[in-house]
């Protein structure tokens, strides 16, 4: 089956615009989550949605924003660009199911190749 | 919060030598642990996990065993080549408001040498 794919794969934007990212998860996975990855922070979670709902969300400003569609596909979008938000963004794809972390239903995230978002 | 510590790199082995990567974590019941692998400029792949205490997770020769009574989940693996170098994040999976979230480490490199 497919996987979880990113587009687009590189990105290039000025301070102050804004930007669109994409993320399409595997057939049959209601849940998506993004996550920031760079050099100085590592990996941090963004947020989470499940069936068109926003179900968790991290510690990032409002500028950072997202929405899932009824096919499940995934949009992130980032306003007002800073430097600082140059980063890998990563999109993972999983079944979705909430409840104790140690029910075999809860784990499996599968992880897309990222968009690298270079802020100028 | 829930939190994952492991050791820092770079991480250099010759070829065939023995690794471990340590990871312990701070978590409030009973999450699933997991170890990523991340090679250049590619997402992360799952390379093994473990759901409850005493689990081990295997892979491609990588093993991991839950320990909860040190709440420690170190990878090891008994012969290393040089196509393992990548970058291995360890993570766990918490519950959070009606949802789960992977929680990463900061990232261990490692470089195999012929």
């Known amino acids: 089956k497919a996987g979880v794919t990113q587009t687009p794969r590189y990105l290039i934007k000025t301070r102050g615009q804004q930007v669109t990212l994409s993320c399409s998860p595997i057939?049959?996975?209601?849940?998506v989550s993004w996550y920031q990855q760079t050099p100085g922070q590592g990996l941090q979670f963004l947020f989470e949605y499940f069936s068109e709902t926003q179900r968790n969300k991290g510690n990032f400003p409002g500028r950072f924003s997202g929405r899932q569609f009824s096919n499940s596909r995934s949009e992130m979008n980032v306003s007002t660009l800073e430097l600082g938000d140059s980063a890998l963004y990563l999109c993972?794809?999983?079944?979705?199911?909430?409840?104790?972390?140690?029910?075999?239903?809860?784990?499996?995230?599968?992880f897309g190749s990222g968009t690298r978002l270079t802020v100028v | 919060g829930d939190s994952v510590t492991q050791m820092e790199g770079p991480v250099t082995l010759s070829e065939e030598a023995f690794l471990t990567i340590n990871c312990t974590y701070t978590?409030?019941?009973?999450?699933?642990l997991f170890w990523y692998v991340q090679y250049p400029g590619e997402g992360l792949q799952l390379l093994l996990k473990?759901?409850?205490?005493?689990d081990k997770g295997s892979n491609k020769g990588f093993e991991a065993t839950y320990r909860k009574e040190t709440t420690s989940f170190h990878l090891e693996k008994g012969s290393v080549q040089v196509s393992d170098s990548a970058v291995y994040f360890c993570a766990l999976s918490g519950f959070t408001g009606g949802g789960n979230k992977l929680t990463f480490g900061t990232g261990t490199q490692l470089k195999v040498e012929l």
């Open positions: 473990a759901t409850k205490a005493d």
């Open positions: 057939s049959g996975h209601r849940s």
């Open positions: 978590a409030t019941g009973y999450p699933s």
């Open positions: 993972a794809s999983s079944l979705g199911f909430s409840g104790p972390p140690s029910s075999p239903l809860n784990y499996g995230y599968t």
